[in-house]
């Protein structure tokens, strides 16, 4: 559910696993304005869903229109699972999830625990990316914003070893890092470039980028070219799905490169 959704990739990557484990089920897309938000919802029980999906701007409404939410939910403001439970609606957020085994994946023994780690960006991505880390173990996590001010309430509201940084100072706080995530939307497709001198990374940090589109950013194309090991952000798409496919169908599938090529032709 979405407003608007035609654009979800949520489709092609639920509806292969369908096809993929063989089981009889239905993943649709769904307009949903946000006033109609709370009926909607309200109707997936009445309608016999399992659950649903859900996508800009429905994700913090949602927080106040379920019966209850798991912690990453609360602790990042946002769903963007819900699963009918026991006949009531079940909040949860999995981008999270979705983050830490894109890495896991990608990366042979990531450990979040390796080292400092640095975000860009304090949106609602970060939210999670910055959780997800913290959760993980992470001894200390950098946040560069644009406005040092949403940087700070970010690390307020969630605590811990979180330091703000001023956006001037992103390529300095590079030092000693483990781990640079990109959060912004710097360097997607029809957006302003993301300008980051990466001298002062190290050569073993890896560099991931939550944008999928284009697949290889410049930051990403930068970084190879510096010995770096990088992940793109299309595993995370894919893997902050799984844990509501398991809820609602029984199954945990798993993300091999033949759901990635399905996702990357509908994209096309």
């Known amino acids: 559910m979405g407003w608007p959704v035609a654009h979800s990739l949520s489709p092609a990557v639920h509806g292969y696993w369908l096809r993929h484990y063989r089981i009889d089920g239905a993943y649709t897309r769904e307009a949903v304005r946000p ?7 309200r109707r997936l029980r009445s309608e016999g869903w ?9 994700k913090e409404a949602a927080l106040r229109l379920v019966d209850r939410v798991d912690g990453a939910a609360r602790r990042v403001g946002a769903v963007n699972t819900v699963v ?15 983050f830490i085994e894109n890495l896991r994946q990608a990366i042979v023994g990531f450990d979040a625990k390796a080292g400092p780690a640095v975000v860009l960006g304090a949106g609602g991505a970060a939210r999670a990316v910055v959780d997800a880390l ?11 914003n644009r406005s040092l001010e949403r940087a700070r309430t970010l690390a307020r509201y969630l605590g811990g070893a979180i330091e703000p940084v001023p956006w001037e100072e992103r390529a300095a706080a590079l030092a000693g890092a ?3 995530v990109n959060t912004t939307s710097l360097g997607m497709e029809n957006q302003p470039p993301l300008e980051l001198d990466l001298a002062r990374l190290p050569p073993t940090a890896v560099v991931n980028d939550i ?12 970084a190879k070219a510096r010995g770096h090991r990088v992940v793109d952000g299309l595993g995370m798409l894919l893997h ?28 096309r």
């Open 178 to 180: 483990a781990l640079l």
């Open 50 to 58: 399992r659950g649903c999906n859900l996508t800009i701007p429905h």
């Open 211 to 222: 944008v999928y589109v284009p697949l290889e950013t410049a930051l990403l194309k930068a």
């Open 84 to 98: 009918i439970e026991d006949s009531r609606l079940a909040g949860y957020n999995t981008d999270g999830f979705g």
């Open 134 to 144: 913290s959760e993980a173990g992470a001894p200390q996590i950098r946040i560069a």
């Open 35 to 41: 006033e109609e938000l709370a009926a909607a919802l």
């Open 240 to 267: 902050q799905a799984r844990p509501g496919f398991e809820r609602w169908f029984g199954v945990m599938p798993d993300v091999t490169p033949e759901l990635r090529g399905a996702v990357l032709a509908a994209m």
